[in-house]
């Protein structure tokens, strides 16, 4: 038995070739319908959350940074922003180390 044989026969409808070659197909288009809602949908959505929440950061605002850091923004410059860490000790770092946003209530 050759190769082509083998194969041709593992195929649906098996060597004689009948079957539809879109039954073969179904599994694999049913699999990424469950991926794209289980999986890269979700990712999207918070992605684009996080997005919308970084652009939204204006002084005042009390932020924590990835490294655990709490602070209250003083300014924003472009993709930066300087945060008051404590009484007269300022930090400057960039938006995407932003992980939460509390909002004041000014």
Same mark, same amino acid.
Not at 27 to 54: E, H, N
Not at 73 to 81: A, E, F, I, S
């Given at each position: 038995? *050759?190769l082509i044989n083998v194969l041709a026969m593992s195929?649906?409808? $098996? &060597? !004689?070739?009948? $079957?539809?070659?879109?039954? $073969? =197909?179904? @599994?694999?288009?049913?699999? =990424?319908?469950? =991926?794209? =809602?289980? +999986? +890269? %949908? @979700?990712?999207?959505?918070?992605?684009?959350? %996080?997005? &919308?929440?970084?652009?939204? +950061?204006k002084r005042g605002d009390k932020v924590v940074s990835n490294?655990?850091?709490?602070? *209250?923004? %003083?300014?924003?410059? $472009?993709?930066?922003?300087?945060?008051? +860490?404590? !009484?007269?000790?300022?930090? /400057?770092? *960039?938006?995407?180390?932003? *992980?939460?946003? !509390? !909002?004041?209530? /000014?």
């Open positions: 038995m *050759t195929m649906p409808g $098996g &060597a !004689e070739g009948g $079957g539809s070659a879109m039954a $073969g =197909f179904i @599994p694999i288009i049913l699999m =990424f319908g469950v =991926f794209w =809602f289980l +999986i +890269i %949908r @979700p990712q999207k959505k918070q992605a684009d959350q %996080r997005k &919308a929440m970084i652009a939204a +950061i490294g655990g850091l709490l602070g *209250t923004v %003083r300014d924003v410059k $472009g993709d930066r922003l300087v945060v008051t +860490i404590a !009484e007269n000790v300022k930090v /400057e770092m *960039t938006k995407s180390a932003v *992980t939460i946003l !509390e !909002e004041s209530a /000014e």
